[in-house]
């Protein structure tokens, strides 16, 4: 089955850029969308952001809009989540999720990433 491994999660000081990237195995991920999430301690998980299997039609969370960037590389696999001015409340770890389907509305999540932590101090 397909398995998505993340990495770019870190420390960094408020103010700062990160870059996360997950990558997927297997030969579906070029017809699937995808999505990146976070979850705070003792929060429940929320959507960050999501791309369709083309990279044309993004969208993100009001709290990371003009922040945060979504892209893939379909012949890399990959999805990048470009963090960009991190605020201490984006502290959380950052999971990515493909979706079943080509575009992410009305698409249920296939499989789910192990998480990566962001820390953003003060």
């Known amino acids: 089955q397909v398995q998505l491994v993340e990495s770019g999660g870190g420390l960094v000081q408020a103010g700062g850029s990160l870059r996360l990237s997950c990558t997927a195995s297997?030969?579906?991920?070029?017809?699937?969308?995808m999505g990146w999430f976070r979850q705070a301690p003792g929060k429940g998980r929320e959507f960050v952001a999501n791309i369709d299997w083309s990279g044309r039609s993004t969208s993100f969370a009001d709290s990371v809009k003009g922040r945060f960037t979504i892209a893939r590389d379909n012949a890399k696999n990959t999805v990048l989540l470009q963090m960009n001015n991190l605020k201490p409340e984006d502290t959380a770890v950052y999971y990515c999720?493909?979706?079943?389907?080509?575009?992410?509305?009305?698409?249920?999540?296939?499989?789910w990433g192990q998480g990566t932590q962001v820390t953003v101090s003060s």
């Open positions: 297997g030969r579906t991920f070029s017809s699937s969308a």
């Open positions: 999720a493909r979706y079943q389907g080509a575009m992410y509305s009305f698409s249920p999540i296939g499989e």
